[in-house]
């Protein structure tokens, strides 16, 4: 049996580069068993890659892997379309009994019964839980989750959250969810520019550590420039005396020749000492750099995002009757009453499965309502931003996916690109090249180009990196249309988001909370409970004590007593009601 301390994995010297690009360079870091560590850095830094190195399912140009053979790696990848026979051949394996368990728990029920077009219509939740099912079911030694949140609902989040708590083994995560990340790691390792980084906490601490790191580096690195233009400085003095020397111990002089000789071999030992203090000089410069050279710390790329919206239309912009959606074999959500007004942020928000694309679809026109009437109106221009970013053409450059020709539109989309952090190498590199989190961009520019009212973001947050989520946070915030969203990442939805479309029990109603109220309410209301039965065992109390004083003497030895306690209860009274 593992015991926690010892190393499950070591890592040595490892190196891959892709079209002559290296991702990872030298790359060293031992995983111990029990070990939760979160794997962060931009998008496209190359964290996909060293997941599927480690997995096995790339090679590396260079280095060396030490795991025992027996170690067995539970992997969910960050692409979870996987066909409807893996999950039919799933419940059909050795591991059904458990992958029925874990299923169920994460909200699949009777998942045995469901046909095959039932598993047709899964849900990017419902695949990403089949999937997690899948991994646990195999009862691995070691985890490695690439980006496992992206589509879970919240129920689905606390379980895994709880899972990985009773989890013996190291676990690997690769995310950008800064709250899962806050609840799960106690390491993080940070790849950038092909080399890795190692903090101590989780993603909150690694974030403060990081700004000091940096803020340190830079003022060092400042301290050396400033050392070196000093000594530049001195260099360029000492050339200046030395080119004047030279000058002087060649000038033809007045008086006798024995004189000038003097002088001019004064100068040329003069110019000699000098050119001696400037070669001095540079070589210590030198030896003082090869040494001790500081490189300019990186600044963190600067994602700018800028959304237009024209003035406001009419004041309700969608409302639903009575609306309804069912299939042959299940009923969506039905007799639901619900509207949304111009410059509301609305967050859909219920459990994977329950309805939340299909309604974005339904006011998109993309998908019929069962039953009722979904209005929406005409005047506005909607952008619509979907949760499958492999729809681009996978053989063109980002460019020529977006499908602009003219001058204008073309150096516009650029900028853009470079401003989401797409540098002018990438442009030129086919879609298929690009990380899930570079498409996104691409995506988002293709919707940054056009003027809209309204913002439907359908998991908008998936796949960017984490400055690029905060970005997009802080840009979103200052749109002054209506955003309709699905996202199930708490910061970015309660940061966001003002109102609410609940989906519970195959109903949508509309609720004037932010997430955070919401899933709070109940925790307040027991408060409230809480209180006023402190409260009445207070009161009753006191009415006891009152009663007994009454009829008693104030010379009673325990009529002091009584009094005590019965102005401690007034103060416990006071301090609960105040």
């Known amino acids: 049996m593992l015991t926690n301390q010892m190393t499950v994995l070591k890592v040595i010297g490892l190196e891959k580069s892709f079209q002559l690009r290296k991702v990872l360079d030298n790359i060293h870091f031992d995983i111990k068993n029990g070990e939760r560590i979160g794997l962060v850095g931009y998008n496209g830094t190359g964290k996909t890659t060293l997941a599927n190195i480690l997995f096995g399912k790339i090679t590396p140009d260079n280095g060396i892997i030490e795991k025992s053979n027996e170690l067995k790696i539970g992997y969910l990848s960050q692409s979870i379309d996987y066909q409807v026979s893996d999950f039919q051949q799933s419940l059909i394996g050795s591991a059904k009994n458990d992958l029925l368990e874990h299923a169920s728990t994460l909200g699949l029920t009777k998942v045995y019964n469901w046909e095959k077009e039932r598993l047709s219509h899964l849900s990017g939740g419902e695949k990403l839980k089949f999937a997690l099912a899948m991994v646990w079911a195999s009862k691995p030694d070691f985890l490695i989750l690439d980006e496992p949140t992206n589509h879970l609902d919240y129920k689905g989040i606390e379980w895994l959250v709880s899972e990985l708590e009773k989890f013996q083994g190291p676990v690997l995560i690769i995310s950008h969810d800064r709250h899962f990340l806050d609840l799960t790691v106690t390491r993080v390792f940070e790849l950038e520019n092909s080399k890795i980084h190692f903090y101590n906490g989780n993603y909150s601490e690694y974030r403060k550590e990081k700004q000091q790191r940096v803020e340190n580096m830079r003022h060092q ?117 619900f509207y949304i007004n111009h410059g509301e942020r609305i967050g859909l928000f219920g459990e994977n499965g329950c309805g939340k694309s299909t309604l974005i679809k339904m006011i998109l026109n993309q998908e019929s309502f069962s039953n009722g009437d979904l209005w929406r109106s005409d005047s506005i221009k909607i952008a619509y931003l979907s949760q499958d970013v492999d729809d681009l053409p996978s053989e063109k450059n980002s460019i020529e996916a977006l499908g602009f020709t003219d001058r204008a539109s073309v150096l516009k989309a650029r900028t853009l690109l470079a401003n989401l952090g797409l540098k002018e190498a990438f442009l030129t590199k086919p879609i298929e090249t690009l990380s899930l989190g570079e498409r996104t961009r691409v995506k988002l520019v293709e919707m940054l180009m056009k003027e809209y009212d309204v913002l439907v973001l359908d998991e908008p947050t998936n796949h960017l990196d984490l400055p690029s989520r905060e970005q997009l946070e802080n840009t979103l915030s200052e749109f002054t249309g209506t955003i309709i969203t699905v996202s199930h990442d708490y910061y970015f939805l309660n940061k966001l988001c003002d109102r609410l479309l609940i989906f519970e029990n195959q109903q949508i109603k509309r609720v004037e909370m932010k997430p955070e109220e919401y899933l709070n309410q109940n925790v307040t209301k027991n408060q409230a409970d809480d209180l006023k039965e402190a409260l009445l065992v207070i009161e009753n109390k006191i009415a006891s004590i009152l009663g007994e004083l009454s009829f008693m003497d104030q010379k009673d030895p325990r009529y002091q007593k009584l009094d005590q306690e019965f102005n401690s209860l007034l103060k416990q009274k006071r301090s609960l009601m105040g």
């Open 221 to 337: 690195y400042s301290v050396q420039q400033q050392k070196i233009k000093e000594v530049e400085s001195q260099i360029t003095q000492l050339k200046t005396w030395s080119e004047k020397a030279h000058r002087d111990s060649t000038k033809k002089g007045k008086g006798p020749s024995k004189r000038q000789n003097g002088i001019k071999e004064y100068h040329r030992v003069k110019a000699k000492k000098t050119d001696n203090q400037v070669k001095s000089k540079m070589k210590r410069l030198q030896n003082e750099l090869e040494k001790n050279k500081l490189e300019k710390p990186l600044e963190e790329v600067q994602v700018r995002f800028q959304f237009d919206t024209q003035g406001k239309r009419g004041k309700r912009i969608v409302e639903a009757k009575n609306l309804s959606k069912t299939y042959e074999d299940r009923t969506l959500f039905q007799h639901s009453n």
